[in-house]
């Protein structure tokens, strides 16, 4: 019998059911390759990551380098530009403008710090007359209100060694001067406050570059002091819109009242001098505290408020619109808003980028460009890093930047719904409100996953109702409290700010209320200790990669992205001692007993939380393990660390302390310079070990010995360490 072919023609060959592998190293590489392709220009969105990663290097440098690198840096990143525009292949040509931009950022960040370089109060502190200028009213203190003062003369200082500004905290019940006002009082100026412990936040470094020379306490209250002659007048300018702007502040307070009217003031002006200390408390815990400051979110609501208005209303004028085109006048007059409210905010940093990033994308609609966008978002980053590169090491820069940057790709991905004709308004309305809520939830829920290695790393604490507590303010502060605010800022100087500034009163209650029921909630605030150093840049960047990369390989980013969370916490020290040596913490258990709790307490707590411990402030707790008095502790034995403490600077120890303490401890903590040779102990810590290395934390070796990790040691030798080089 004929065979007879498939219909299909040819013959089909014999059924075989082995798998064909193909070359799996070749054919990983293509599909690399192709991935990599795909992402088209999108290489240029890492343009500022690379720029802000060569400022970092330089911020992380343990000695400062020549002013002379800064400008090899610079030719070296000209010479990258000029390869790249002669490379014809797009990677060679990305790689190369990355590395420019790297170095770039490096050179940037030096010359920043060369510009910006000024005096720095010794640390040899001593009371002294100090007369200058209110600049401004700072926020408090733990210790009380605080001022910022452009010095004219500090003491017997020469002019050249007289810091540039000083903050002081006045005495409790001392009258406030107004900025612009020209005082006299006597003070305590110190360098500003080193490192709370070993590898926590830099303060002295933010006051660095605020040129904040000195710190300090003021011996009495301030006196009227006449002047030999006028500010600059650049300094007359700044003192005359504080001036104005705590004016406001005061008028606010006054009609609303200090329960609501001192976070208004705070969002209104920036000026939180009047805010309770309870609400700031509940705000912190709820996960809400980042409204006090004016940010991303009161840009947003203003600016979007103000363009939004306005082009409804030209669209409500048929002869207007036909006339202009209503979204660019709209976003020309937002952005006029945005740049009015960053003057009356005072221009804190976080408003200063926020403004920037606001100004970015009124100005693409402006050029006909897309407003919101991961290349718009770009731009605002590189502009923000080359104005203030030290931004890249601030809390407030990491956490905007990455909330926006996870916002703006959730955005793309988002879907659009489909709009139905001729659908009954109730269902429309059903709809809507469903849909709103979804992108409420998905905004917060994305933002809060974002910031929660910054927020972990930096304060460690989560608060466990944000999303909840963020989701239910959203509306109140988005309809009624930011509106009201700026409506009765524009009519203040017309005696009828009244009734906008009660609904925003009103709706700040309603804030207050939600705050205080999330802070008291159960499991309100989860303390979480910092992890390793490396882990936050690495979450950082790979949280970068999952939001600017194309396809499925930005999913490669995510186990970085939760390095700081995966990532085991360092060995827990047994004890710590501020940088003074006049506060000492050791660790019980999971808790940290303070020997003074009256005493650098903001320090105390801080490195509690950044070990992942509880403080207990409680004496009681602390004399049932340790025997204290004014003068000193020593040791019991149901002591967890044997580690004794005298504090005591002019008067000497009574007869016999000193001995009594060196016998029946290991670790003892003077903060006089005795000789090590006068105390038994194993270690003896003395005021020249902490004027030489800062804050101190102390482990207890498998051996029994110990050792002691210094602040200063992973400071380095930089221009805002300078101070305490000194000592």
């Not at 502190?125 to 500090?154: E, F, K, N």
């Not at 970015?360 to 203030?388: K, M, Y």
């Not at 600077?649 to 016999?656: A, D, N, T």
């Not at 270690?683 to 482990?699: I, K, P, Q």
Request: proline residues 8%; hydrophobic residues 55%.
């Amino acid at each position: 019998m004929d065979e007879v072919a498939p219909a299909g023609g040819g013959w089909a060959g014999p059924l075989s059911t082995r798998i064909r592998h193909p070359s799996t190293l070749p054919a990983a590489g293509a599909w690399i390759f192709g991935q990599i392709g795909v992402q088209g220009a999108r290489w240029k969105l890492w343009t500022p990551v690379a720029f802000g990663s060569g400022a970092a290097v330089y911020f992380a440098l343990l000695r400062e380098p020549l002013p002379g690198v800064a400008w090899l840096a610079l030719a070296a990143a000209a010479a990258a530009m000029i390869a790249a525009r002669r490379m014809g292949s797009r990677p060679a040509k990305a790689a190369l403008v990355l590395v420019a931009c790297g170095l770039a950022g490096f050179a940037a960040a030096k010359i920043r710090v060369e510009r910006v370089k000024a005096p720095i109060a010794s640390a040899d502190a001593r009371p002294q007359r100090l007369q200058g200028w209110v600049v401004d009213v700072a926020a408090p203190g733990q210790g009380g209100q605080r001022l910022l003062i452009a010095p004219y003369r500090i003491g017997d200082l020469a002019p050249r060694a007289t810091p540039i500004r000083v903050r002081v905290t006045l005495r409790d019940g001392a009258a406030v001067p107004a900025p612009g006002d020209a005082i006299s009082l006597l003070a305590m100026i110190n360098t500003p406050p080193p490192p709370a412990s070993p590898g926590a936040y830099d303060f002295a470094r933010d006051a660095f570059f605020d040129s904040v020379g000195g710190v300090g306490f003021a011996l009495g209250a301030p006196q009227s002091w006449r002047p030999e002659g006028e500010p600059p007048w650049r300094l007359r300018t700044a003192m005359g819109l504080n001036r104005l702007r705590w004016a406001l502040t005061q008028r606010i307070v006054a009609v609303l009242g200090p329960e609501t009217g001192g976070l208004a003031a705070a969002m209104a002006t920036g000026q939180s001098a009047f805010i309770p200390q309870e609400q700031v408390d509940n705000l912190r815990a709820s996960g809400l505290a980042h409204i006090i400051s004016i940010s991303g979110v009161h840009m947003a609501i203003v600016g979007g408020f103000t363009f939004a208005g306005l082009r409804l209303l030209i669209a409500a004028w048929p002869w207007l619109a036909l006339r202009i085109n209503g979204k660019k006048a709209a976003a020309a007059v937002a952005l006029a808003a945005v740049s009015a409210y960053l003057a009356l905010s005072g221009a804190p940093p976080p408003a200063v980028r926020s403004a920037v990033t606001a100004a970015i994308a009124f100005g693409a609609i402006l050029v006909d460009r897309q407003a919101i966008s991961l290349h718009a978002l770009a731009v605002a980053a590189f502009v923000v890093l080359l104005l203030q590169p030290e931004a890249v090491t601030q809390p407030g820069f990491q956490m905007s930047f990455a909330a926006t940057a996870a916002l703006v790709a959730l955005a793309g991905v988002w879907p659009r719904p489909v709009r139905e004709i001729n659908t009954p308004w109730p269902i429309r309305l059903v709809q809507g409100a469903g849909t709103w809520f979804a992108a409420a939830a998905a905004i917060s829920l994305v933002a809060g996953l974002a910031t929660a290695p910054f927020a972990m790393q930096h304060f460690n604490r989560i608060s466990t109702w944000g999303l909840v507590s963020n989701l239910v303010v959203e509306p109140i502060s988005s309809l009624l409290m930011m509106p009201g605010l700026a409506v009765g800022a524009v009519l203040t100087p017309f005696g009828l700010e009244a009734w906008p500034l009660r609904l925003a009163g009103f709706a700040i209650a309603l804030t207050n209320r939600v705050a205080e029921a999330a802070a008291h909630a159960p499991f309100a605030q989860v303390v979480v200790a910092s992890g390793p150093a490396w882990t936050l840049p690495a979450s950082f960047l790979g949280l970068l990669w999952v939001c600017l990369w194309r396809g499925p390989m930005r999913w490669a980013g995510l186990p970085f992205a939760l390095a700081v969370t995966l990532v085991p916490k360092p060995t827990v020290p047994d004890a710590w001692v501020a940088a003074d040596g006049a506060a000492v913490a050791v660790r019980s258990g999971g808790q940290a007993i303070l020997f003074r709790p009256d005493v650098k307490l903001f320090g105390a707590e801080l490195w509690s939380r950044r070990r992942g411990l509880e403080p207990v402030e409680r004496e009681a707790a602390r004399d049932a393990v340790y025997q204290c008095d004014h003068l000193s502790c020593a040791p019991s034995a149901a002591a967890p660390v044997r580690l004794a403490a005298a504090w005591n600077l002019k008067r000497p120890l009574p007869p016999g302390r000193l001995e009594a303490l060196c016998a029946g401890a290991e670790v003892v903590v003077l903060r006089n310079d005795f000789s090590p040779a006068s105390c038994a102990a194993p270690v003896v810590l003395t005021g020249a070990d902490f004027a030489r290395g800062g804050s101190a934390e102390l482990y207890r070796q498998p051996d029994g010995s110990w050792r002691v990790a210094w602040a200063q040691d992973l400071r380095g030798r930089r221009p805002w360490t300078w101070g305490l080089d000194q000592r």
